[in-house]
């Protein structure tokens, strides 16, 4: 009995000994062995994959994924001007941006609008991400009239238009702020990056990389979507007063630039401009001090109140101006509609990626789109 017992005790010890050994063995083998493509060990791996977390704020699985409060490869957020009654489109907007993209990224959003947020807005958009959500108001002079305007002939023209918006007062407020401000909004000022968005807007795709880090690597300044052509009647001046700033501010204007996007053969406005309901842009670009005079000079002649300038052909203007070809992206593996039009990229059903038809987007076919590839 006692015999047997002391059998099967040194039966376990053996047992534990030879799980022990080769336990460390296989530690051994694992520390020590050389990956085929990288020449790293896997210990090597992963002491520079948590080095990688710590840089991008602690992210769980490696470089394409950051914490929702740790720091940013790129500083950079997702940014709206928007309402207190736009909550339910906003969340709209988060939830679909969030489900394919800032899940894995968490940069944060900022909300700004001319009036105090309401404490329903705020919970109702902090529900939808756990990135940090700042909100803000706008600074004074940023929303209503510069004094220069004669605000009686700015009604007049709200109270005779005849184009989408233009009984408007308040949509031109918000052009004009997006167009001169945004960018100098102090929740911004640390910010190299900004992602537009809009409420009830869709994001059909997967976005498996991070459009900040894309941008920031390769010096691109501007990204798009989506290029329609402006209605005539809300830029009837827009085309002579950006001539104008031209022939006064030769030594703003670089000599390699996209210009011939916006201008045709023969000298005339394409009216093309970057829908900027979606803009991913290097705020350098809008704090620079072409943008900033080119800014001015819209603004002095006052055309934001007289007729009804869009920020999406001024930026594009601008962009036209001042930017190479290869200083803009058109995102166009991003699927994206905003009310009434929308982007498919094609391809997007063999990736499997996209809740969209290719056959039904059709922004890639559009005269600005084809333009913008048809020049160098
Ligand atoms: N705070 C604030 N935001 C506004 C105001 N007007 C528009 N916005 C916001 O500015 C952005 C653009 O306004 P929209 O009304 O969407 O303009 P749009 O895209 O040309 O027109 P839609 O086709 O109606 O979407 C949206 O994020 C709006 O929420 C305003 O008076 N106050
Ligand atoms: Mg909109």
Redesign the pocket.
């Known amino acids: 009995m006692f015999g047997s017992r002391r059998a099967v005790a040194l039966s376990k010890f053996v047992a534990i000994i030879a799980a022990f050994v080769l336990f460390l063995h296989l530690g051994i083998v694992l520390f020590s062995s050389r990956n085929n493509t990288t020449g790293q060990s896997i210990f090597d791996q992963w002491t520079n994959a948590l080095s990688r977390e710590k840089a991008y704020g602690g992210g769980a699985n490696g470089e394409d994924q950051y914490s929702p409060t740790g720091v940013k490869p790129v500083k950079a957020a997702l940014v709206?001007?928007?309402?207190n009654q736009?909550l339910y489109g906003m969340r709209m907007t988060m939830r679909e941006l969030e489900d394919r993209w800032n899940h894995k990224y968490n940069y944060p959003y900022i909300f700004?609008?001319?009036?105090p947020f309401t404490e329903k807005f705020k919970r109702g958009v902090q529900d939808m991400t756990k990135a940090k959500i700042h909100f803000g108001q706008l600074m004074p002079g940023t929303w209503g009239y510069p004094d220069w305007v004669d605000q009686i002939k700015a009604k007049e023209e709200r109270d005779n238009a005849k184009y989408i918006?233009g009984h408007s007062e308040?949509?031109r407020?918000?052009c004009r702020f997006?167009s001169g401000f945004v960018h100098k909004h102090p929740l911004l000022a640390d910010l190299e990056f900004y992602w537009r968005i809009?409420?009830?807007v869709n994001y059909y795709c997967d976005i498996d990389y991070d459009p900040f880090l894309y941008m920031k690597t390769n010096g691109l300044k501007y990204g798009w979507n989506i290029a329609p052509t402006e209605y005539e009647l809300t830029v009837r001046t827009l085309w002579n007063t950006t001539l104008d700033f031209i022939q006064k501010n030769p030594d703003l204007i670089p000599k390699e630039n996209m210009f011939d996007w916006v201008r045709n053969s023969d000298g005339s406005y394409t009216k093309c401009h970057f829908w900027s309901?979606f803009e991913i842009v290097d705020l350098s670009f809008y704090r620079g001090p072409q943008y900033e005079a080119y800014f001015r000079h819209l603004d002095r002649a006052g055309g934001f109140f007289y007729e009804r300038w869009?920020d999406a052909p001024v930026h594009s203007l601008a962009v036209s101006m001042f930017l190479k070809k290869s200083q803009v992206h058109y995102f166009n593996d991003i699927g994206y509609r905003?009310?009434?039009m929308a982007h498919c990229p094609s391809g997007s059903k063999e990736r499997g990626k996209c809740l969209c038809d290719p056959q039904q987007g059709g922004a890639d076919t559009f005269f600005c789109a084809r333009r913008w590839r048809s020049i160098s």
């Open positions: 709206a001007l928007v309402r736009d700004l609008n001319d009036k918006k308040s949509y407020f918000m997006q809009e409420p009830d309901n869009g905003h009310p009434a």
